[in-house]
């Protein structure tokens, strides 16, 4: 199984940016696709997470302005974040996982595959 991430890169605050995921070697119909992101010198964190059926989870940090959606049929996954802040600053990873419960949708350990990242840079 394959993850590569693709749409980072620097934008002002208040810009908007499209991540995207690709996923190849499997179908996930099952568990969820999320998006996490690391900051320098700071632990991995949840951004946003979307299950089999369509249902949505997102950070405080991070609702209202990202959105999180899917085609399934190009096995991709996408986020759209906008107005974006010099704190969301981080390289953002996407993870799948075909036995994610809902309980543990938020959390790093509950996910087996892991893309490169890509780095999102926002400035002031």
């Known amino acids: 199984v394959q993850l590569v991430e693709s749409g980072g890169g620097s934008v002002q605050a208040g810009g908007s940016l499209r991540l995207s995921c690709v996923v190849s070697?499997?179908?996930?119909?099952?568990?969820?696709m999320a998006w996490f992101r690391q900051a320098p010198g700071k632990e991995r964190e949840f951004v946003s997470a979307?299950?089999?059926?369509?249902?949505?989870y997102y950070a405080d940090s991070v609702k209202g302005r990202f959105t999180i959606s899917r085609d399934k049929a190009k096995k991709t996954v996408y986020l759209q974040m906008n107005s974006l802040k010099p704190e969301d600053t981080a390289v953002y990873y996407c993870?799948?996982?075909?036995?994610?419960?809902?309980?543990?949708?938020?959390?790093?350990?509950?996910?087996?595959?892991w893309g490169q990242g890509t780095l999102v840079t926002v400035s002031s």
């Open positions: 993870a799948a996982d075909g036995g994610v419960i809902q309980s543990e949708i938020r959390q790093t350990r509950a996910y087996d595959y």
């Open positions: 979307i299950k089999w059926n369509s249902y949505t």
């Open positions: 070697g499997r179908t996930f119909n099952s568990g969820a």
